[in-house]
């Protein structure tokens, strides 16, 4: 199978304490994206990669998260010092984008399974 | 504010049926629109898309219509499935400006019962 993955695909952890997630994109897909999705809620965007630069960054996207793609495949997001209020499901997105002729994207969003955080 | 709408957080259609799920927007920027399925425990599976110069875009059972003026989507399911229960997501982005991140609407869970 050669879709996106994400490790853990669960992670419990105590409030304060530091986590990272892992994603593993579609192969040779430029762009990397991370959404937040809680109860009853859409996903919510939170950060995305083209290649190794990080272009955009939500508000949502406080200074206890850092995110990094450090050679352009796959991707890490870090949560320090967590709150009970960054449980939530964490889902990674790739696509292929064409960047030639002003920067639109031209390819569909493909997203892991996630990483359900729980912070007690 | 919230820019991609559902209003219906859930449906029951008999299998067989048509099932529509409806979505509206609120920026007139977005020019590019996506249905995604998604079941528990796992993420959201991508569907069909369509962009603005279009009004309709069909595969399979699953079609999309487009109402620019309305600011208005749709997604139409027919036949309905068992297995086509879950819930299902409107997104949406202003693709033709470079920005890509998709804004999400909250979803409508679809029951189809046998």
């Known amino acids: 199978d050669t879709g996106v993955s994400q490790n853990p695909r669960h992670k419990i952890t105590k409030r304060g304490q530091n986590v990272t997630f892992r994603c593993d994109p579609i192969?040779?897909?430029?762009?990397l994206y991370w959404y937040r999705q809680t109860l009853g809620q859409g996903p919510e965007f939170l950060t995305y990669f083209q290649n190794e630069a990080q272009l955009e960054k939500s508000r949502l996207l406080s200074d206890r998260f850092s995110a990094e793609r450090p050679k352009g495949s796959f991707s890490t997001l870090e949560i320090q010092r967590t709150e009970q209020g960054d449980s939530a499901m964490y889902l990674c997105?790739?696509?292929?984008?064409?960047?030639?002729?002003?920067?639109?994207?031209?390819?569909?969003?493909?997203f892991g399974p996630g990483t359900r955080l729980t912070v007690l | 504010d919230q820019q991609v709408k559902q209003n219906s957080p859930s449906l029951s259609v008999q299998e067989g049926r048509i099932s529509i799920l409806n979505c509206d927007y609120t920026?007139?920027?977005?020019?590019?629109f996506l249905w995604y399925k998604k079941y528990p425990a796992e993420g959201p599976t991508f569907l069909i898309s369509?962009?603005?110069?279009?009004d309709k875009n069909e595969d399979g059972r699953f079609t999309v219509f487009l109402n620019k003026s309305a600011k208005h989507l749709s997604l139409h399911i027919v036949p309905s499935q068992p297995g086509d229960s879950a819930v299902y997501f409107c997104?949406?982005?202003?693709?033709?400006?470079?920005?890509?991140?998709?804004?999400f609407g909250k979803g409508t869970r679809l029951s189809v019962i046998a």
């Open positions: 192969s040779e897909h430029n762009r």
């Open positions: 920026n007139s920027m977005f020019d590019y």
């Open positions: 997105a790739s696509s292929s984008t064409d960047i030639s002729g002003g920067g639109s994207s031209t390819d569909t969003q493909y």
């Open positions: 997104a949406a982005n202003p693709r033709n400006s470079g920005n890509t991140p998709l804004v």
């Open positions: 369509i962009s603005s110069i279009k």
